[in-house]
């Protein structure tokens, strides 16, 4: 029999939260490694579900369409497309969620969510919100359980990075493109634009002051250029990664000191693929992901061994994942990681036993307390520590949340449902102040806001 | 046409528009409404209606006696939160019911507020509320019923079709949540710090939050119970009466939003406002005594109020136990002497016209009917 605090730890910190439905794990090892087995990249949640091809046709066509149309027919184009972005963004979220509740391998749904957020995109711009769904199905999903280098390429070459990033407009300077727009319009100099080059440096891969510099961020933008969606008039395929050759530099490139005499598109991706090789990006990979399951700053050993793995597999995740497993500090029975918004939720839903999400929508309530879904405002995407998220006002929210969602609970028990979500290690004190509540509502929402719950 | 010709019309016009709908309906069945408000949490009746003649009443009490009640009668004093009742007493469209209790006799909010919302005599005895059985027994044109929280409460549910209206935002949570969130973080080092922050923040401005919110509920309310072929039973919720300690400033809050909820009932029904009964209630009373950190535990029997345009108001019904040692339950808590079921139906069956004992029957099966309460309502 595993003790109570394995149980507790495999559901609601390895896994999503939960459920009153599920039966507590025999041995919670094996039933956190035996879902990589069980794994389903594209499950039936999903089946209605565009993908960001159609959507991005769809959007260019619009535009097109009101291309040559007066302004105020242009401006009304514009609107019913961010309209249309907006409502299917909605509805993604409600998926996303109902993905997350359905499961039945929610420590792999929960890594999905890790590496959305490490491939962070930002659905401000409306093509960008249009496939933020998209971009987390086609891009992360398929490769959670793979190779690091592949799910890299799959981010950085998915139409929602490139607009996110700028970088359908990067145009090498030298490019067949520049010499013609050149003749065209001599004072306008088409260029290239270096955020995605950073933020994949910085970011996806090496992380920050990892060693290198400003040139090999200048030149790897370079080696980029030519990475693009296709043109609107190009039917059907501006919804999708083409490479424009008439748009990259032409030349070698030297990156930290190795030159990458590759043309066209294999240039960039034999960089990509050094870059996913790199020392430094097995250590920021293995902290970010030592944070997440351990602690905000999180032990040395662990972060090594993390490393290691990763480094020794070439990057096969899920040799880092069984690394973590092993790790004993992952299994300390004191939950060291304050929930974020999304989590929090997630856990509260599962908790309640709901595999639909109703009314308040998803992404509203998600609004509401501080973390709209796919919407991190920065390519750093949230935050991983509870400075971010333990505050004040935050909490109140919570707590208003955790009312709203008690309300629709229904008949369910506190006391029964607290023994049952905790496999028996709550602590005594969240147990005594649910048994005093004056109703089972109060009782449910002080469930959901106890410092036992608010933390995995 | 000549101006005052014109006007006429108009008057006549806009006057049938107003009528019509009013008028087909009351000629078919009835235009009665009744809302239950159910007081979560056991309400303290002790400190709501006051026995301020008791001598124990001050003894008991201690630091928690109201000094200031709003007389009624030679016995009993109404809070002084109470502004809008007091007005509807004198009126005599309110009344009091006092020393009352649901056949429940043990002391778990959960359960309790099962007998009183299902209208069994033990707790998960029936799965269907008595609100819901006195919906099945209305016209069908008439048997719609709402309930104004995001899911329908127990006493509602059951075979009758009934509808459910919650706004959208996330509503304000209780003081009374706050509370035992501020208990569940006082051990938590990081959450115990944040929450108090947030408390400094909020005590500015959470007394009239709080009273804003229940005048909206009960316009809300209001709005679907006025409307020509809108619902004629509405259930609303309230919580956080249940006041361990703090209870002079929380229970003088509390009734003031209860007050206000139902000041905005009666504005927002206009003249409807005379075919109404509304009725709040609670699972069981608080402990005749004041406990050590300024509170009341939970107790037994408590009061229950009726106000309304349609309500025999101007009085306190009550058989008073007292509060002598001897006279409170189990030494400790007031007496039942008037039963909640049997108030609960002459009521219901009094607003709608239905033969009492029938009703007796029909919602509290178990229960016994009690010829002792009667012109609750006027026929």
């Known amino acids: 029999m595993a003790r109570p605090s394995e149980v507790a730890v495999a559901l609601n910190r390895f896994g999503l939260g939960a459920r009153p439905d599920d039966e507590a794990p025999a041995d919670p090892k094996s039933w956190l490694v035996a879902q990589f087995e069980n794994y389903d990249a594209n499950p039936a949640v999903f089946s209605g579900a565009q993908d960001s091809a159609t959507l991005g046709a769809g959007y260019a066509e619009a535009m097109l369409e009101a291309k040559d149309a007066d302004r105020a027919a242009k401006m009304a184009a514009r609107k019913t497309a961010r309209q249309k972005a907006q409502a299917l963004y909605r509805d993604e979220v409600d998926t996303r969620a109902r993905a997350a509740l359905e499961t039945s391998t929610p420590f792999v749904e929960r890594l999905v969510h890790f590496w959305s957020n490490h491939f962070a995109i930002s659905a401000e711009k409306p093509q960008v919100t249009l496939i933020a769904g998209a971009f987390e199905r086609e891009a992360i999903r398929p490769h959670v359980l793979g190779h690091f280098e592949d799910m890299l390429l799959a981010a950085e070459r998915h139409p929602a990075m490139l607009f996110y990033l700028d970088q359908v407009r990067s145009i090498g300077p030298n490019s067949r493109f520049a010499s013609r727009a050149a003749k065209r319009i001599a004072k306008r100099k088409p260029g290239i634009n270096e955020n995605l080059a950073r933020e994949i440096m910085e970011l996806h891969t090496l992380g920050v002051r990892s060693g290198y510099s400003q040139t090999d961020v200048t030149e790897f933008a370079l080696a980029l250029t030519g990475f693009s969606t296709g043109r609107a008039q190009e039917r059907g395929q501006a919804g999708a990664f083409t490479f424009r050759p008439g748009l990259h530099e032409p030349g070698e490139r030297t990156i930290m000191g190795k030159t990458y005499h590759q043309s066209g598109e294999k240039q960039a991706l034999a960089v990509l693929s050094d870059l996913a090789a790199a020392e430094a990006t097995a250590t920021h990979i293995a902290t970010k992901l030592a944070r997440h399951f351990i602690a905000d700053e999180p032990p040395a050993a662990v972060v090594t061994r993390l490393a290691e793995a990763f480094r020794r597999s070439k990057g096969d995740l899920v040799a880092v994942y069984r690394a973590l497993i092993d790790s004993p500090e992952a299994w300390q029975p004191a939950a060291a990681k304050f929930k974020t918004p999304w989590e929090w939720t997630i856990s509260a839903l599962r908790g309640l036993g709901r595999s639909d999400i109703g009314k308040p929508r998803l992404a509203q309530l998600l609004n509401q307390i501080g973390q709209p879904v796919w919407r991190p405002r920065s390519p750093a995407g949230y935050d991983d520590v509870a400075g971010s998220w333990a505050a004040p006002d935050a909490l109140v929210r919570r707590v208003e949340a955790a009312q709203r969602l008690a309300a629709q609970s229904g008949d369910i028990d506190p006391r029964d449902l607290a023994r049952k979500l905790f496999a028996g290690s709550l602590s005594e004190l969240t147990v005594a102040e649910i048994d005093r509540a004056e109703s089972r509502r109060t009782g449910i929402a002080l469930l959901l806001v106890s410092p036992d719950f608010q933390r995995r | 046409?000549?101006?005052?010709?014109?006007?006429?019309?108009?008057?006549?016009?806009?006057?049938?528009?107003?009528?019509?709908?009013?008028?087909?309906?009351?000629?078919?069945?009835?235009?009665?409404?009744?809302?239950?408000?159910?007081?979560?949490?056991?309400?303290?009746?002790?400190?709501?209606?006051?026995?301020?003649?008791?001598?124990?009443?001050?003894?008991?009490?201690?630091?928690?006696?109201?000094?200031?009640?709003?007389?009624?009668?030679?016995?009993?004093?109404?809070?002084?939160?109470?502004?809008?009742?007091?007005?509807?007493?004198?009126?005599?469209?309110?009344?009091?019911?006092?020393?009352?209790?649901?056949?429940?006799?043990?002391?778990?909010?959960?359960?309790?507020?099962?007998?009183?919302?299902?209208?069994?005599?033990?707790?998960?005895?029936?799965?269907?509320?008595?609100?819901?059985?006195?919906?099945?027994?209305?016209?069908?044109?008439?048997?719609?019923?709402?309930?104004?929280?995001?899911?329908?409460?127990?006493?509602?549910?059951?075979?009758?079709?009934?509808?459910?209206?919650?706004?959208?935002?996330?509503?304000?949570?209780?003081?009374?949540?706050?509370?035992?969130?501020?208990?569940?973080?006082?051990?938590?080092?990081?959450?115990?710090?944040?929450?108090?922050?947030?408390?400094?923040?909020?005590?500015?401005?959470?007394?009239?939050?709080?009273?804003?919110?229940?005048?909206?509920?009960?316009?809300?309310?209001?709005?679907?119970?006025?409307?020509?072929?809108?619902?004629?039973?509405?259930?609303?919720?309230?919580?956080?009466?249940?006041?361990?300690?703090?209870?002079?400033?929380?229970?003088?809050?509390?009734?003031?939003?209860?007050?206000?909820?139902?000041?905005?009932?009666?504005?927002?029904?206009?003249?409807?406002?005379?075919?109404?009964?509304?009725?709040?209630?609670?699972?069981?009373?608080?402990?005749?005594?004041?406990?050590?950190?300024?509170?009341?535990?939970?107790?037994?029997?408590?009061?229950?109020?009726?106000?309304?345009?349609?309500?025999?108001?101007?009085?306190?019904?009550?058989?008073?136990?007292?509060?002598?040692?001897?006279?409170?339950?189990?030494?400790?808590?007031?007496?039942?002497?008037?039963?909640?079921?049997?108030?609960i139906a002459v009521t219901a069956a009094e607003t709608f016209g239905f033969d009492p004992e029938e009703t007796m029957r029909t919602l509290f099966a178990g229960g016994r009917f009690d010829p002792a309460i009667s012109d609750i309502v006027r026929k």
């Open chain 2, 1 to 343: 046409m000549k101006r005052r010709q014109f006007l006429t019309l108009a008057g006549a016009g806009l006057g049938s528009m107003l009528i019509a709908p009013r008028i087909v309906f009351a000629n078919v069945e009835t235009d009665r409404r009744f809302v239950f408000i159910i007081q979560r949490g056991a309400a303290d009746g002790l400190n709501t209606i006051i026995p301020y003649a008791e001598p124990a009443y001050r003894t008991l009490r201690g630091p928690l006696a109201i000094d200031n009640p709003i007389k009624l009668d030679g016995t009993f004093g109404l809070h002084p939160s109470l502004t809008g009742l007091r007005k509807l007493h004198q009126d005599k469209q309110a009344l009091f019911v006092h020393a009352v209790a649901s056949p429940y006799r043990e002391r778990s909010h959960f359960d309790g507020q099962n007998v009183l919302e299902s209208g069994g005599t033990s707790p998960y005895e029936r799965k269907d509320g008595w609100l819901n059985r006195l919906v099945g027994m209305l016209p069908k044109s008439r048997g719609e019923a709402i309930a104004f929280a995001p899911t329908i409460p127990l006493a509602l549910r059951g075979q009758a079709d009934v509808t459910s209206y919650a706004p959208s935002a996330l509503p304000e949570a209780p003081d009374d949540l706050m509370m035992r969130v501020g208990k569940l973080y006082d051990a938590d080092e990081q959450l115990h710090a944040l929450w108090s922050s947030a408390m400094e923040t909020r005590a500015l401005g959470a007394v009239n939050a709080q009273r804003k919110d229940a005048a909206s509920v009960g316009r809300t309310a209001a709005g679907f119970l006025s409307k020509a072929d809108g619902p004629r039973v509405a259930m609303i919720e309230t919580s956080g009466w249940d006041t361990h300690s703090g209870q002079q400033g929380r229970l003088a809050n509390q009734l003031r939003a209860l007050d206000a909820l139902i000041d905005a009932l009666h504005v927002g029904l206009g003249d409807d406002w005379n075919d109404t009964t509304v009725l709040a209630a609670t699972e069981f009373g608080r402990t005749a005594a004041v406990n050590g950190t300024g509170g009341t535990d939970h107790g037994t029997a408590s009061a229950a109020m009726l106000a309304g345009g349609a309500v025999n108001g101007g009085r306190v019904l009550a058989d008073w136990p007292g509060l002598s040692t001897s006279a409170l339950h189990q030494g400790r808590d007031l007496a039942p002497t008037l039963d909640l079921d049997a108030l």
